[in-house]
C-alpha cells in the first residue's frame, strides 16, 4: 500500500510564507511526477503546481513567481514553498503522485490535504 502525507498548512498573514510537505511511504519502486492542487468549497480542485522526476518544474499563473516546488527523490518528499500568500491562495492543498509501486502497477495516488488560510 502505498500513502501520500501532507504536512506544514495552517493559518498566515497576507504577504506570509508557508512551507508544505508531502511524504510518500509503502512499497514505491519510483515515482514520476508529483504534483500540488488546491480546492475551494464548492469548486473543482484545480492544479498549481509540478515536478518530475528529472526535477523540471510547472506552474499554474495564479502562483508563477511566488510558489516553488521542488523535491528529495531518496525521501519520496515533494515540498511547495508559498511567499507572498494572498486571501485568494486559501484553500486545501493536496499532493498527487504518479508512482511505480514494487508489485509492478502505475498508481495514481493523493494524500489527504492540508488546510491553508491566509488572513488579509
Known amino acids: 500500500q502505498v500513502q501520500l502525507v501532507e504536512s506544514g498548512g495552517g493559518l498566515v498573514q497576507a504577504g506570509g510564507s508557508l512551507r508544505l510537505s508531502c511524504a510518500a511511504s509503502?512499497?514505491?519502486?519510483?515515482?514520476?511526477?508529483m504534483g500540488w492542487y488546491r480546492q475551494t468549497p464548492g469548486n473543482q480542485r484545480e492544479w498549481v503546481a509540478s515536478?518530475?522526476?528529472?526535477?523540471?518544474?510547472n506552474y499554474a499563473d495564479a502562483v508563477k513567481g511566488r510558489f516553488t516546488i521542488s523535491r528529495d527523490n531518496a525521501k519520496n518528499t515533494a515540498y511547495l514553498q508559498m511567499n507572498s500568500l494572498k486571501p485568494e491562495d486559501t484553500a486545501v492543498y493536496y499532493c498527487?503522485?504518479?508512482?511505480?509501486?514494487?508489485?509492478?502497477?502505475?498508481?495514481?495516488?493523493w494524500g489527504q490535504g492540508t488546510q491553508v488560510t491566509v488572513s488579509s
Open positions: 498527487n503522485a504518479d508512482l511505480w509501486t514494487v508489485d509492478g502497477d502505475f498508481r495514481d495516488v
Open positions: 509503502g512499497s514505491i519502486f519510483s515515482i514520476n511526477a
Open positions: 515536478i518530475n522526476g528529472g526535477g523540471s518544474s
